[in-house]
């Protein structure tokens, strides 16, 4: 396998800023997977698919590894029902074409989280989700390998410890996601999640998957920009949960606020909304904004610097605590 030095990472993050990798490999299978982690057992270590929720302020001082880890299985299993389809995936394949796949086989569970960007083997780390759905939903297995030992290490959906856009991937960094097994199920019947798709569906007496998918797919391409054309990281901010006495004095003036009662007593309310009303919807400063259609994305029009996008990120946050005193957390990775 060839290591290449002081490689520039620009292509492989979709803000398009501009760092270099000290070392920088794309294993294609877990052979040489292992042979980078024992070729570099010391320097520090960073996995990127897709690239499409981080960015970089500084050249990262380590080994950058871009895998190229490819396939896909239907597994049978004697012990479950026929409605049951457990589908294994390698990591490095798209996510939206793995979706795409289901989708056309009748395979359900996925249909909500169409058009997000990425490869499958990020979707676990992150916890994606969309209009009323998790990936920890569908989730069976993760296998990884222990960036440490080298050793092969499968995860249940329990002991991934999936929360709202984290898991064990995420905090611990430790792993290297290498396959995801995925639970389906052959019957689709549309429920109700999540109000912009159900406005979305609202002519269609009994929507099929094919249909939840359009609907997705369509108002995902009417409000967010697609990061080939306007560099960006989709949803650039958490949202965020406060409690309900914190709600309530904030619904005293602003009562559409968007408030969701979770299950400690929480409130998840909306980080686009906050945005708006903090005054940064659509707002650019330099080359760095909020995009018109949707606050909670943060885009880039020409910036190779990621700090300027730490910058315009602390006056977004700023604004919101100001305002509405709630700290918003990036659901981005800065690097």
């Not at 169409?114 to 569908?138: F, H, M, R």
Request: contains cysteine; hydrophobic residues 35%; aromatic residues 10%.
């Amino acid at each position: 396998m060839d290591y290449y030095r002081q490689t520039s990472l620009k292509d492989y993050n979709s803000f398009k800023t501009e760092a270099k990798a000290k070392i920088f490999c794309q294993p294609k299978n877990v052979e040489e997977l292992r042979e980078c982690l024992k070729e570099f057992p010391n320097d520090k270590k960073l996995i990127i698919g897709g690239g499409c929720n981080l960015f970089f302020t500084k050249d990262f001082d380590g080994l950058v590894i871009h895998p190229n880890l490819r396939g896909l299985r239907e597994i049978s299993d004697e012990e479950e029902e026929d409605e049951d389809i457990f589908i294994e995936v390698s990591a490095s394949e798209n996510w939206d074409e793995l979706v795409a796949y289901c989708v056309e086989r009748g395979f359900v569970g996925l249909e909500n989280l169409s058009l997000i960007p990425g490869t499958v083997g990020a979707a676990p780390i992150q916890n994606i989700g969309a209009y009323g759905v998790e990936v920890k939903d569908v989730i069976r297995e993760v296998v990884a390998i222990d960036m440490e030992s080298g050793e092969v290490v499968s995860f249940s959906n329990a002991e991934c410890e999936f929360a709202y856009r984290d898991s064990i991937f995420k905090r611990t960094n430790k792993y290297f996601v290498i396959s995801v097994v995925f639970h389906l199920k052959r019957t689709f019947v549309y429920t109700p999640k999540y109000f912009d798709l159900n406005k979305e569906l609202e002519d269609i007496a009994e929507p099929t998957i094919q249909d939840v998918r359009d609907a997705v797919i369509r108002i995902r391409q009417r409000k967010l920009p697609d990061e080939k054309i306007l560099p960006n990281a989709g949803s650039f901010f958490k949202n965020p949960c406060i409690t309900k006495e914190h709600a309530d004095k904030i619904l005293k003036s602003y009562p559409e606020l968007p408030a969701y009662l979770q299950k400690d007593g929480s409130m998840k309310t909306s980080a686009a909304f906050l945005i708006d009303k903090a005054g940064y919807k659509g707002i650019r400063v330099g080359d760095i904004g909020t995009y018109p259609n949707q606050p909670l994305i943060v885009v880039n029009y020409g910036s190779s610097d990621g700090n300027d996008i730490v910058r315009f990120m602390r006056e977004i946050q700023g604004a919101v605590k100001d305002t509405f005193n709630i700290e918003l957390e990036p659901e981005v990775r800065i690097f």
